[in-house]
């Protein structure tokens, strides 16, 4: 899978995520554009255009739900991949999450290696 020209958004409150897994996604060849809430999601999304989107559900201003929810509802998002990425692991957030419009949804803790190679299949299927 070449990642070159492939941009992910991760939007995530916790700073250490964030850096993680910009830090495993840019020595992958992604480029990485991060958001620290709900809003800077939405605003970052727009100005980018990222190939995907790894959203927290748990953040503030908007959550991750409503930041999808609000994607989808935009042309220019219908065929963006969103992967929700959050510690909520019950039945009924990962239904919610796949209903707002998610393509994955992966539970909190994951090491980086396994969540790469979860980007890098949800890319080879989608193209």
Do not use: W
């Amino acid at each position: 899978m070449d990642a070159k020209g492939l941009k992910v958004l991760i939007a995530d409150d916790e700073p250490d995520i964030l850096e993680i897994i910009q830090y495993n996604l840019k020595k992958e060849g992604y480029t990485v554009v991060t958001a620290k809430d709900g809003d800077e999601a939405l605003t970052k999304a727009k100005q980018e255009a990222p190939d995907l989107i790894i959203l927290d559900i748990m953040m503030p201003k908007k959550n991750g739900v409503e930041v999808c929810e609000i994607l989808r509802t935009q042309p220019a998002f219908k065929e963006t991949l969103i992967i929700f990425l959050t510690a909520l692991s019950d039945e009924s957030s990962q239904i919610k999450g796949l209903e707002s419009g998610a393509d994955d949804y992966i539970n909190k803790p994951i090491s980086p290696k396994v969540l790469l190679s979860r980007v890098n299949a949800i890319f080879r299927r989608a193209h």
